[in-house]
């Protein structure tokens, strides 16, 4: 266990089933384990930190946003370090909302940013947003892990679930080893073909309610479109920057764009 801990847990909008494919993409060692309804986890190595010096929360905003695309759902990246902690909420092509707490607990984020987050996730636009506040406000007794575990606690009423003893403030070696006792699943790269063939097979069933009428067609075409015309940019700069998440979210974009513009002309007769 590091002197200082360093780690990560990435919260997805999504069943594990869902999540599997778009995690592989990452390549990464992760362990992967449902989190409640509709929910599950993904426990990082740390490899990007640990070895290479890069920011955890540059890091985890990368993945987040490669794993939201993926899923198509939102995904709250919780990070922490000996100085800070924070959050990053992905949800698709919007911009990544996040907040960020020193590690005595003082807030030094955007109200707003609380708002918004309850918002995109569709939580209480009162109660949670309420419950949200005290997050913010200054708290002698509240410290980055305990701000943390009280967004969590919030989570719980949107159906998160996480495993037992699986919260901020260890390293990332404690996260995994109180993951694998509670049987989580290996994430492994395999491979761009093994990877793609997952992705064909996540966007088949995720563009199939569309292809059925002919006029979705155009829709799958534009989403297609889009989703390369953002990817390629993104991957470019995450290149330039050395940044391993924000070039894996580009890259992700990518090979969605390609197989929503190769699915759909499969399955236009005479394509």
Do not use: K
């Amino acid at each position: 266990m590091n002197a200082t801990p360093t780690g990560a847990l990435l919260l997805c909008r999504a069943d594990a089933s869902a999540t599997r494919a778009p995690a592989q993409l990452l390549r990464e060692q992760l362990l992967l384990a449902p989190a409640g309804e509709g929910w599950s986890v993904l426990v990082p190595e740390g490899r990007p930190w640990r070895d290479s010096g890069e920011s955890v929360e540059r890091v985890l905003a990368g993945w987040a946003s490669a794993v939201a695309i993926g899923t198509s759902g939102p995904v709250v990246a919780l990070w922490w370090d000996g100085e800070r902690a924070g959050f990053t909420l992905a949800s698709g092509f919007r911009r990544q909302v996040g907040y960020v707490w020193l590690a005595d607990g003082t807030a030094v984020g955007e109200d707003e940013a609380m708002r918004t987050f309850a918002a995109r996730l569709g939580l209480d636009p009162v109660l949670d947003v309420q419950s949200l506040e005290p997050l913010t406000r200054p708290d002698p007794e509240a410290d980055a892990r305990s701000r943390l575990l009280g967004l969590i606690a919030l989570l719980s009423r949107a159906g998160l679930e996480l495993p037992p003893g699986l919260a901020p403030g260890e390293s990332a070696g404690r996260l995994r080893a109180t993951a694998h006792a509670h049987g989580a699943q290996t994430v492994e790269w395999a491979g761009w073909r093994d990877a793609v063939r997952a992705e064909i097979q996540a966007v088949e069933e995720g563009l199939d309610h569309w292809l059925r009428a002919p006029r979705q067609r155009t829709r799958a075409q534009v989403i297609g479109a889009v989703q390369l015309g953002a990817g390629v940019p993104l991957a470019i700069w995450g290149l330039r920057r050395h940044s391993a998440g924000w070039f894996t979210a580009g890259t992700v974009l990518i090979i969605n764009g390609v197989i929503d513009l190769a699915v759909d002309r499969a399955r236009i007769p005479g394509s």
